[in-house]
């Protein structure tokens, strides 16, 4: 059973614009909520992440949401640039360090 | 680099053959994972080793093998595998009571045929 569902599976923005990925989870155990960016040929990389006791975080011009009641939480990248080109995940993870990943976001930022 | 080196990068085998796949940090973390990435599929987990002691096995075909003799080192002993075997394996590594987060490696790409 998928724990943490994530959409869209891809989205192409041009750059300077805004990618929005969406994720969603039922257990609610969770209490860790990062997201990862994959380059082809690399692994994944912390991006940033988020604790439920805060509605937003900010990095720079990557943005996490997250709504607790509605068990929802999302990535915003804001003046999308082609070096953002890359597959994103999100993950959930609770006290026993074991995270696990939505499918992934391949997001192309055309020039 | 993350920290984290997996070797080989690449590696083709029959599914009669035996390989094992390495990985190696120094960052100073006490968890390591095994982690299978299939395209368009989520990342699943497979082993989890906690102070060197397997705490996971996400009922992972015993054709998979893990191995962990200290807190820097983890392989996946692979044998009698199956075409659909063929994935990413990632391996990751973090340090308990933090909010570091997981670093991966890069991963070893599998192909079985």
């Known amino acids: 059973q998928q724990q943490v569902k994530q959409s869209p599976q891809s989205l192409i923005v041009q750059k300077g614009g805004i990618s929005i990925i969406n994720c969603a989870y039922e257990?609610?155990?969770?209490?860790?909520f990062p997201w990862y960016q994959q380059f082809p040929g690399k692994g994944p990389a912390l991006l940033i992440a988020?604790?439920?006791?805060?509605s937003e975080k900010k990095e720079g011009r990557f943005t996490i949401s997250f709504n607790k009641s509605a068990k929802q939480f999302s990535l915003h990248i804001m003046d999308s640039q082609p070096g953002d080109s890359a597959t994103y995940f999100c993950?959930?993870?609770?006290?026993?360090?074991?995270?696990?990943f939505g499918a992934g976001t391949t997001v192309t930022v055309r020039a | 680099e993350t920290g984290v080196t997996q070797t080989p990068r690449h590696l083709v085998m029959g599914m009669t053959n035996k390989k094992s796949l390495k990985c190696e940090q120094h960052?100073?973390?006490?968890?390591m994972y095994w982690y299978k990435q299939s395209a368009k599929k989520p990342l699943e987990l497979m082993f989890v080793?906690?102070?060197?002691?397997?705490?996971e096995n996400n009922s992972v075909p015993s054709r998979f093998s893990p191995e962990c003799p200290n807190s820097s080192h983890l392989f996946l002993h692979l044998h009698t595998l199956q075409p659909e075997d063929s994935a990413l394996y990632l391996c990751?590594?973090?340090?308990?009571?933090?909010?570091?987060?997981?670093?991966f490696g890069s991963g070893t790409r599998l192909t079985v045929v």
């Open positions: 960052l100073g973390h006490n968890a």
């Open positions: 080793y906690n102070f060197k002691e397997q705490t």
């Open positions: 990751a590594s973090t340090l308990l009571g933090t909010e570091k987060g997981y670093t």
């Open positions: 993950a959930a993870g609770s006290n026993d360090y074991k995270l696990s």
């Open positions: 988020i604790r439920p006791d805060v």
């Open positions: 257990n609610t155990a969770f209490d860790y």
